[in-house]
């Protein structure tokens, strides 16, 4: 074993959960495209917070409630400098992707749309960045646009290029795919954008877990994450936002922290980022995420990138040796998911026969319908890999397909 494997054997040690079994086996946990198992600093964090730290923020004058405030602020920081986004005041802290993208289609979409402006989203969304653009579709009649991408799973900037017009106000695109592993070339799709005046949201749920993101240096004027896909809990995630957008932007949600004063003829919102923030928020899940940023950061995202690129290289070549298997989504740019079915077998049989090894992998649509009828398959197997992932993980995967397969075929 060579050091950078030797290191990745003690960070699969942080994760109390990977030491149990199940059905008698080691669990091989290869499902964190749906959500990431947690490092001992979050879950201790956690722990800390409830044990020795919690009251609510931003009120109390006592001790007790500064240092919460303290803490939840400076999990914000944490969030700015891990996005590299200018200011704390473009970090907005939701429950997760989900709702950070409903936050801008309400406020900014509800704003700045009207009939005939066009979105584009592309064909590999997940559905929290589809749903949310044709609920308002049907609201404002603007038009839902969709970018196509070709058999390998990629986008074709000269593609973009040609469908946009001046007609389009924004293109919501993930950064990576989580039913393909697509990475896409999210910068130079934000600089086509712009060239049109479109603004650009880019779902980062599945990029943050795996490479350095810089919202500076992608350009895009939104960026969603979740926080249980990258070792953090859940219930928590993030909204960047560029100041200059976020300021003009109406509330999302009404409630106590977003205002500066209410009476009953006129209530003033709180300054950024509060104003998006009603009601009390998730402050434990805040603490956690940042401790999850720095527990990645710790090791470092790039040789988090290196590592699982090396896993996935490795997967992909030991999967490829079982006959029948064809794997969906071969994008040049890729992270580590990795997608694909079997000749005459039933993704979710093959799942479940491989539950019966302790072996967790996902068998559905992976909440990307569209993916599915663009390869015209109803589902695939979908194995995703995290820090935690080694090389026996992918050769018990392995064998536990050709184990399942001869019993199904
Ligand atoms: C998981 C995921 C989402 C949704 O995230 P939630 O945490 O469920 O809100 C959106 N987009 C992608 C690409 C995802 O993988």
């Not at 990475?183 to 603004?199: D, R």
């Not at 919202?215 to 004027?221: A, L, P």
């Not at 064809?326 to 992270?335: L, Q, S, T, W």
Request: charged share 20%; hydrophobic share 40%.
């Amino acid at each position: 074993m060579d050091g950078s494997q030797l290191d990745f054997a003690q960070i699969r040690a942080q994760f109390p959960i990977l030491q149990q079994t199940e059905n008698g086996q080691p669990l091989v946990y290869l499902d964190g495209g749906a959500t990431s198992q947690k490092p001992l600093q979050v879950i201790e964090a956690l722990d800390r917070y409830y044990r020795e730290q919690n009251a609510n923020v931003h009120r109390g004058v006592y001790g007790l409630s500064e240092r919460a405030t303290e803490l939840y602020e400076g999990a914000r920081e944490t969030s700015r400098q891990f996005l590299n986004a200018k200011s704390i005041k473009e970090i907005v802290f939701v429950r997760g992707t989900t709702e950070a993208v409903n936050l801008v289609a309400h406020s900014w979409g509800l704003a700045n749309l009207k009939a005939g402006d066009e979105v584009i989203v592309t064909e590999m969304e997940h559905h929290s960045n589809i749903v949310p653009w044709q609920l308002l579709r049907d609201q404002l009649g603007i038009r839902l646009n969709v970018l196509r991408m070709n058999d390998r799973g990629e986008i074709c900037l000269n593609a973009l290029k040609s469908q946009m017009s001046e007609k389009t106000k924004l293109l919501a695109v993930t950064h990576m795919s989580n039913a393909l592993g697509t990475i896409n070339p999210v910068k130079e799709m934000t600089e086509i954008a712009h060239s049109f005046g479109a603004k650009v949201l880019v779902d980062g749920a599945q990029a943050t877990p795996h490479m350095t993101v810089d919202v500076q240096d992608i350009g895009c004027d939104f960026y969603a994450l979740s926080g249980h896909k990258m070792y953090g809990p859940t219930g928590i995630g993030v909204l960047y936002g560029k100041e200059e957008l976020l300021d003009v932007m109406p509330p999302y949600q009404g409630g106590g922290d977003m205002i500066y004063s209410v009476t009953f003829e006129k209530t003033e919102y709180n300054v950024l980022p509060y104003k998006f923030e009603a009601g009390t928020p998730h402050i434990s899940g805040a603490i956690g995420l940042a401790e999850a940023m720095k527990f990645m950061q710790s090791i470092g995202l790039d040789r988090i990138a290196a590592y699982e690129a090396s896993l996935l290289k490795y997967a992909t070549e030991q999967l490829k040796t079982i006959e029948g298997l064809r794997v969906i989504g071969e994008a040049e740019h890729k992270g580590g998911v990795i997608s694909f079915i079997i000749e005459g077998v039933h993704p979710h049989d093959m799942a479940t026969l491989m539950d019966q090894d302790g072996i967790a992998v996902r068998a559905s649509h992976h909440c990307a319908m569209p993916v599915m009828q663009h390869f015209n398959v109803p589902a695939t197997i979908r194995a995703s890999l995290g820090v935690y992932n080694n090389k026996s993980d992918i050769d018990r995967l392995v064998a536990s397909i050709l184990e399942a397969k001869e019993m199904l075929l």
